[in-house]
């Protein structure tokens, strides 16, 4: 069981401690996200989410505005934009404090982001593979960067499972990753996985197992596999009845050190937390 390490983030030029796992809530506005009730594709169903998530205490807001799940229809950058200005001013007339996350491997959507709408944080799921701009944009943002293992697109990832050792091979390839970030100037990273990105099933759960050993990356780890379908199938259900197991994985997660949970259930993870914070002694 690893103690959690706590890290700062560069926000907006304020160094922020960050002494305890944070639990970041998914805010999807997107009417064709894997999980039906994470949908939120009008002003009140946001609101609605955004008042939820509040209330249950959530650290830090993932906005998306593009599915990455197989089979999602594509989104033009403009609306993938679009999208984004909506769920940000509803964010503003919320007056949410928790610092904002853009869920976007475009970095021209970065770039909207973080200069017109004043998000906070950038969270890639191809780590700039799927955009060759991305990490110089980042470097010249100067935000912090949320770098997760993937191969391919979401459309052809589940063809590239071809790995020699699945633990090995995702820190190598996410080392390489990492060296071209730091050598851009990127200096804050964290980390996520990918669980249920170019991964199958059974490649999940070993990761899992193995996943204190991404802390010899150095850098804090981001753990998102909340209703994912590493669980839902696993036990023959669907994701609308796998909360339980996500609060048991994530639990997993937090005993391997995971800085950060992303997840569609803050209050769960908050639980979750505060429960392995007792059993490690560090409340």
Do not use: C, W
Request: glycine share 6%.
């Amino acid at each position: 069981m690893r103690k959690f390490q706590p890290f700062s983030l560069n926000l907006k030029g304020e160094l922020v401690e960050i002494t305890r796992p944070q639990v970041m809530g998914i805010l999807n506005v997107t009417p064709d996200s894997f999980y039906s009730d994470s949908r939120s594709f009008d002003a009140k169903a946001i609101g609605l989410r955004i008042d939820e998530m509040i209330a249950e205490g959530v650290d830090i807001i993932d906005l998306g505005a593009y599915s990455s799940r197989p089979g999602a229809d594509e989104v033009s950058p403009q609306e993938e934009m679009n999208r984004l200005e909506m769920g940000m001013e509803l964010l503003r007339k919320k007056s949410v404090t928790a610092p904002i996350s853009i869920d976007t491997f475009r970095a021209d959507v970065a770039k909207f982001a973080i200069e017109s709408l004043g998000a906070d944080i950038i969270n890639d799921i191809s780590a700039g593979l799927l955009d060759d701009a991305m990490i110089d944009t980042i470097a010249r943002l100067k935000v912090p960067y949320i770098a997760m293992h993937m191969r391919g697109t979401p459309s052809t990832m589940s063809s590239l499972t071809n790995y020699n050792d699945i633990t090995a091979d995702v820190i190598y390839e996410l080392s390489e990753r990492i060296n071209r970030l730091t050598l851009a100037g990127v200096n804050d990273i964290i980390i996520d996985p990918g669980f249920g990105f170019a991964k199958t099933l059974e490649q999940n759960y070993e990761l899992l197992r193995n996943l204190e050993l991404l802390h010899e990356l150095g850098y804090p780890l981001l753990v998102g596999i909340s209703r994912k379908s590493m669980i839902y199938k696993a036990l023959d259900t669907t994701p609308q009845d796998a909360l339980n197991g996500t609060t048991v994985l994530n639990t997993m997660a937090l005993q391997a050190g995971a800085a950060i949970l992303r997840v569609h259930d803050v209050k769960a993870a908050h639980e979750a937390i505060k429960l392995t914070q007792l059993t490690n002694n560090q409340i």
